[in-house]
């Protein structure tokens, strides 16, 4: 699939993929129904002019990986230019895929799906599916004799599949673990053939919706709904809750030091902490728009999308535009490993290369 390139601001605009805006994607809005029948259908095949909607992306080696709706993922081993389909075994709506080398990596979405490939995205296995989550989390309910827990387990089982894994982090081939609604955070360490919840573990007895995870180290973040911030410094076994000025949701965060964790969200909030959650500065931004993805350059700069098209660069301990004018609604950002950086939007994937940035 070739996509014809047009200039903007001396970067290559693809109009490649029109994308939903992917604050939708963190409701889960579809009845249960809807997601059990996409759950059990395979992708659908996109005819050569057909543009796809895509949520999110990640770097498999030379190779670039993204997917969306409709359980579509397309392939791109030119850095962006030409892009073909891979077949998936689900037709739900994928939010984010990551990858742990050249070759294995994972994908997150709607129905609590879990889609697994070790050839670098040609060909995925489903892995879990919500109506595998509700019924390992009643299981744990039932074996603690917690009422809460049981009631809140049981409801899960009533309302079927229809909530929707949100980010993930895949700490090597093996290991990986997945965030989403409603508290939803589970660990697999064989590759997504098994799985244990880590709900409990997160002191979320509000179900707030969980947005990012990210690590560093041994140490884990994970970011969400309400102000919702947990740290653990030892892998995941203990987690321990982070107070911030902010109560409103975190859509992204990123661990830029040692110490540094930034996280933002809602209405254009930026908050820094550079001692592990213990004070915070916030962050100046241009615009009051929502914040819902972010990257680290390979120069270490930190990168920021908001909803209003517009693209962020830390400098100084500010925000300013890395491009010259707004871009169409942004959805994600990646990181290329060539410096440059894949973006993903409303009209399409914009390809900044590493000297096309202010």
């Avoid at 095949?45 to 543009?51: C, G, I, N, Q, W």
């Amino acid at each position: 699939m070739r996509f014809d390139h047009l200039r903007i601001a001396g970067q290559r605009w693809l109009p490649a993929v029109a994308l939903a805006f992917a604050a939708m994607a963190l409701t889960g809005v579809a009845t249960a129904t809807t997601v059990t029948g996409a759950l059990d259908r395979s992708s659908i095949t996109l005819a050569p002019t057909v543009r796809p909607f895509l949520l999110g992306a990640s770097q498999a080696g030379a190779r670039l990986v993204a997917v969306g709706e409709r359980g579509v993922v397309m392939l791109s081993d030119d850095g962006g230019s030409i892009w073909r389909q891979s077949p998936t075994p689900v037709s739900v709506t994928l939010v984010s895929v990551r990858f742990a080398d050249d070759t294995h990596g994972f994908a997150v979405g709607h129905g609590g799906v879990v889609l697994a490939t070790s050839d670098a995205g040609e060909t995925w296995e489903r892995r879990l599916d919500g109506r595998d989550i509700a019924k390992m989390i009643l299981a744990d309910a039932e074996r603690s004799g917690d009422d809460r827990r049981i009631m809140q387990a049981q409801r899960f089982m009533e309302d079927g599949p229809d909530k929707p894994l949100l980010d993930l982090l895949v700490l090597d081939a093996s290991r990986v673990v997945v965030v989403g609604a409603f508290g939803l955070a589970l660990i697999s360490e064989d590759g997504g053939h098994s799985w244990v919840s880590w709900k409990e573990r997160l002191d979320n007895p509000s179900e707030l919706h969980l947005y990012a995870i990210r690590a560093r180290g041994s140490r884990i973040v994970v970011a969400g709904e309400q102000g919702l911030v947990r740290i653990s410094e030892d892998g995941g076994k203990t987690f321990s809750t982070v107070t911030t000025p902010y109560d409103g949701s975190f859509f992204t965060l990123e661990l830029v030091g040692a110490s540094d964790i930034v996280l933002a969200g809602l209405r254009g909030n930026v908050w820094r902490s550079q001692d592990l959650g213990h004070t915070w500065n916030q962050i100046a931004t241009p615009t009051p728009a929502s914040i819902i993805a972010s990257a680290l350059r390979t120069d270490g700069a930190l990168v920021l999308a908001n909803q209003a098209g517009e693209l962020l660069i830390e400098r100084s301990g500010g925000l300013r535009a890395l491009t010259d004018r707004p871009l169409p609604q942004l959805n994600g950002v990646l990181a290329k490993s060539d410096g440059g950086l894949l973006l993903l939007g409303q009209q399409g994937t914009l390809i900044i290369e590493p000297g096309d940035s202010k």
